[in-house]
């Protein structure tokens, strides 16, 4: 990797959503000088989140953009230098470890502190992305609440969409669940849970062709895909249930993954693979993608790294008095 600009920091934190940002207000308030690169999408996913109200200390709720904007100030306030730009490769096979910053500036650091997040799989349906927090939602334990009493939709055919779809089941009146194949993925028993709920109507064999309304999700038009048959069932909501990809693809061959994608840490830890290396928030964790649990992953992750660099120090320390 040969740049012309490069820079030596002590911390580097990759991504900015609660992780990426409470990893820089504990490392700034530790002296370590953090320097934090905000990557395609600063805030993270809850910058196309609307309202939130399942994060403690908001009593009126808030905006998502906004609550991100007020992570940044505080971040930016104890002093971490708040960057934007977006690593775009890694070599962590040297020390210090090197990260390129848009293909032409390195930099090397002593601690890395990944918070890259995950990206929620969509259909691709232009008014899927159109009416993205106006009803549309890829989380429905952040949103459910919103519409409860109402029919909504979910689509997803793993344990995570019958989850939802249960999760759901509790608080609206008709959960409408649209299933591509004649089967689900999911576990055999959340299958059961799932078909006897006695407000899950299951579609089989259907997809999504449009999701409907102006302003606001009024309805959603399936079509049968074994006989083409279209049937539009009026619904409040639309939950898509069917994943989420890692950002972590610039940390393959380096950092130990699971088969999703997902980077593995040191159970209790922020921990990689790799000394002094640290990961936290949605990268690493598939199973709670909660808001609240990436900010408590964050402060893992640089009390870690804090603890790492006080231990580099002093064996450097010991090995030069040595010498």
């Known amino acids: 990797m040969e740049h012309t600009q490069q820079e030596h920091v002590h911390v580097l934190i990759i991504g900015s959503g609660p992780a990426g940002y409470t990893a820089a207000i504990y490392t ?41 904007v007020d992570f940044e100030k ?54 899927e992305q159109r009416l993205n927090g106006s009803g549309v939602s890829a989380c429905a334990v952040c ?41 689900m993925r999911a576990s055999k028993i959340m299958q059961d849970r799932v078909m006897k709920a006695s407000n899950i ?14 302003n606001k999700v009024e309805a959603v038009k399936l079509v049968n895909n074994q006989t083409n048959e279209e049937t539009i069932i009026p619904v409040s909501a639309f939950f898509v249930a069917i994943g989420h990809q890692p950002n972590s693809g610039i940390f393959q061959g380096f950092l130990d993954m699971d088969e999703q ?17 640290f990961a936290c928030g949605d990268v690493q964790d598939k199973i709670y993608r909660q808001a609240v649990t990436a900010a408590g992953s964050g402060c893992m992750a640089a009390l870690d790294a804090e603890r790492y660099l006080s231990a580099l120090e002093h064996s450097q320390a ?3 008095s040595a010498n």
């Open 28 to 68: 700034a308030r530790a002296n370590l000088k953090p320097v934090l690169y905000q990557g395609i999408q600063p805030g993270g996913q809850l910058t196309i989140t609307t309202e939130v109200e399942n994060y403690p200390g908001y009593p009126e709720g808030i905006q998502g953009p906004e609550m991100m």
């Open 74 to 127: 505080q971040a930016a306030r104890m002093g971490a230098d708040i960057r934007y730009g977006m690593a775009t490769s890694v070599d962590f096979s040297v020390r210090p470890y090197r990260v390129v910053i848009e293909e032409e500036k390195v930099i090397t650091a002593d601690a890395v502190i990944i918070a890259t997040g995950a990206s929620a799989k969509w259909l691709g349906l232009p008014s």
């Open 143 to 183: 949103d459910g609440f919103f519409f409860r009493g109402k029919e909504v939709a979910i689509v997803g055919a793993g344990d995570t969409a019958a989850e939802e779809a249960l999760y759901l089941s509790k608080m609206c009146s008709t959960v409408h669940m649209i299933v591509r194949r004649h089967e």
């Open 201 to 214: 109507i299951v579609y089989w064999n259907s997809e999504t062709k449009e999701v409907l309304g102006e």
């Open 261 to 277: 994608g997902y980077i593995k840490t040191i159970p209790g830890t922020s921990c990689t693979n790799l000394e002094g290396v």
């Open 318 to 320: 010991v090995a030069h």
